[in-house]
């Protein structure tokens, strides 16, 4: 049974890997990998990478590019790799630094059409990726915690967002102790109720999880992204599988977004997303100067 309740979540959405870890994702047949800042400090410290010669004495782009290259050779999939977020609040700066990445990729033989650019969700990063799109980089929005980025990124035409589910909860369950209710999966399955009646191409890439319960829970989401200990918890499942929560969740037609005002405002109305996406980009911040320090 095992293996079938990982194979039965293939059949629901695709499942990838998110690690820099080489060794420990060898092991699964996954559709694609993600990395951030974070997963690539942690890498560092992993057996293929500690002390590699190429990496050394490189920015963060050309770590993170060379990184991501050689775990391209693990999957067909696409591969994500995030920009300098230091560059987070700037529409140029974020266009500049994604088109290096395309070009920093192809340079070592990846095809553009297996690489997702990963930009923070700030306003002025789903505006450059917006611009990005349309000359046809494909861009997956990262550190979503709110429904209203998630929606623009839509309208925006953008190709995939990210939203973080263990994160939302966890915040929830500290800000609030009555609350023991899975806030970030039941955010996640009501965003792709909303995206199917309203026609949305842009896809949903769970990331973030805490248990293999929250993965499950979400079976039926386009995308799944998961650290490496949660593809051998699944291939060793055995509990009786939670309920999709896209099945049994209501509908809720969330708010329209007509101009930069709108999205500040009802963003800036949740505590947890304003803290959370703040707390990402300083973390993120900070791992990408150790990484460019190597």
């Known amino acids: 049974m095992s293996v079938s309740v990982l194979n039965l979540l293939k059949k629901e959405s695709k ?32 057996n293929w990478l500690k002390d590699e010669p190429s990496i050394q004495n490189k920015s963060f782009e050309e770590i993170a590019v060379w990184i991501g290259s050689h775990l391209a050779t693990l999957t067909s999939g696409q591969i994500s790799t995030q920009i300098d977020p230091h560059c987070a609040f700037d529409i140029d700066e974020t266009i500049k630094k994604s088109c290096q990445i395309i070009e920093m990729y192809q340079k070592q033989g990846v095809d553009a059409s297996r690489i997702l650019v990963k930009i923070p969700a700030t306003l002025e990063g789903l505006k450059a990726a917006q611009k990005l799109e349309k000359d046809g ?9 709110h ?24 915040w929830f369950q ?15 399955a009501q965003l792709k109720k909303y995206f199917l009646k309203n026609n949305y191409k842009t896809k949903i890439m769970a990331a973030s999880f805490r248990s293999c319960e929250q993965i499950l829970s979400l079976r039926g989401c386009d995308e799944l992204t998961m650290a ?67």
């Open 147 to 170: 429904p209203t980025q998630a929606i623009l990124a839509a309208d925006f035409g953008i190709h995939c967002v990210a939203p973080y589910v263990g994160r939302v909860t966890a």
């Open 228 to 294: 490496p200990k949660f593809l051998q918890e699944l291939s060793q499942y055995s509990q009786e599988l939670p309920p999709r929560l896209i099945d049994t969740i209501e509908y809720k037609d969330f708010k329209k977004i007509k101009n930069d005002s709108d999205f500040r405002f009802l963003f800036n109305e949740s505590a947890m997303a304003v803290e959370k996406l703040c707390e990402g980009l300083r973390l993120f911040c900070k791992d990408t100067l150790i990484i460019s320090q190597q």
């Open 15 to 46: 499942v990838l890997a998110d690690s820099a870890d080489k060794d420990a994702i060898t092991p699964y047949s996954i559709d694609g990998i993600t990395t951030n800042p974070t997963i690539i400090c942690r890498g560092l410290s992993s």
């Open 174 to 188: 500290t800000h609030d102790k009555s609350n023991t209710s899975d806030v970030g999966s039941l955010q996640v």
């Open 137 to 145: 980089i494909a861009c997956n929005m990262t550190l979503v915690f």
